[in-house]
């Protein structure tokens, strides 16, 4: 897959070195066969991250495989 591009991002409170990071994504389809890629960042139940991204097949040159 390559990265198309990021629809949102949201930071919503800090990471601090040491604290524990819980990811949660899903995976659904998008237009033109992409692929629309969701995720949840939390810290003890605490939301502190959310993104949206969108990707699709790599374009066959080589890069990235």
């Known amino acids: 897959l390559r990265l198309r591009s990021i629809k949102t ?3 919503l409170q800090p990471v ?3 604290e524990a990071v819980r990811i949660e994504g899903m995976i ?9 890629i969701r995720g949840k960042y939390a810290i003890d139940e605490r939301r502190c991250a959310e ?3 969108v ?3 790599a374009s066959g040159d080589g890069a990235g495989t």
């Open 51 to 53: 993104v949206t991204l």
């Open 55 to 57: 990707a699709g097949p």
């Open 28 to 36: 659904s389809p998008a237009e033109g066969g992409d692929l629309a």
């Open 16 to 18: 601090r070195p040491g």
């Open 9 to 11: 991002l949201k930071f």
